[in-house]
């Protein structure tokens, strides 16, 4: 079984600063690795994902996320945030074999609140 | 359509009632899921369908939760002697294929709250 820590609950940062979202997992087996934000009243959205090749990838609004194996960890990183990147993040994996891998499993949340 | 949708949105019941929620996957997705969102927590795994095959329901709470998708399109996840602590939203996902590396798509959920 996997499972996915997501150590802040709420993050408040001010508009222009850096931001760091973390996430650890835990699995037996090699995993895919995935970040989804949800803006209020709006359905979870992929932000970005990891399935194999360089280990940090980017998304299109600036967001960028590092997987690190010895670590076991996935951290979503942004150099300046914007007031309209308020939002819930949420980690999540999924493991890239066996009778299961279609399953997401994700961690508790992560509330992103951009001041001005 | 251009996403996943469901509804309704939002769904209040008194505790005993059978509720029904919809999904509208995007067409012609093949894979269609169902999670269950508490306050303040991530999603868990309810179901997952491969066209109108369920091939995994290990995620549902109890018998009192039953899920179909008859034409392998449209989905309904059924709560039967709704309680309590079936509070919670629920997300419908699809994605194109089977499994692997495809991506998921949610639709934006039904709030359901349970008297």
């Known amino acids: 079984a996997q499972s996915v820590t997501q150590l802040d609950s709420q993050v408040p940062v001010f508009e222009e600063a850096p931001v760091e979202l973390r996430c650890n997992y835990s699995?037996?087996?090699?995993?895919?690795l995935f970040w989804y934000v949800q803006y209020p009243n709006q359905g979870l959205q992929l932000l970005l994902k990891y399935l194999s090749g360089s280990t940090l990838v980017e998304s299109i609004n600036g967001f960028e996320a590092e997987f690190n194996k010895s670590q076991t960890s996935f951290h979503l990183r942004k150099p300046s945030v914007h007031i309209s990147d308020t939002a819930e993040y949420f980690c999540a994996v999924r493991t890239n074999s066996g009778g299961s891998n279609y399953k997401l499993t994700f961690g508790k949340g992560t509330l992103l609140t951009v001041n001005p | 359509g251009a996403g996943v949708s469901q509804s309704p949105r939002y769904k209040v019941a008194k505790r005993g009632q059978d509720v029904a929620l919809r999904c509208d996957p995007i067409?012609?997705?093949?894979?269609l899921f169902w999670y269950q969102q508490a306050l303040g927590q991530g999603p868990e795994f309810l179901t997952y369908f491969q066209n109108e095959a369920q091939l995994d329901k290990s995620g549902l709470p109890s018998d009192r939760f039953f899920a179909e998708r008859p034409e392998g399109s449209v989905s309904t996840l059924k709560i039967q002697r709704t309680q309590q602590e079936d509070s919670a939203v629920y997300l419908c996902?699809?994605?194109?294929?089977?499994?692997?590396?495809?991506?998921?798509?949610f639709g934006p959920g039904t709030r359901l709250t349970v008297l």
């Open positions: 996902a699809s994605s194109r294929l089977v499994a692997g590396t495809d991506t998921q798509y």
């Open positions: 067409s012609g997705h093949v894979s």
């Open positions: 699995s037996s087996v090699s995993v895919y």
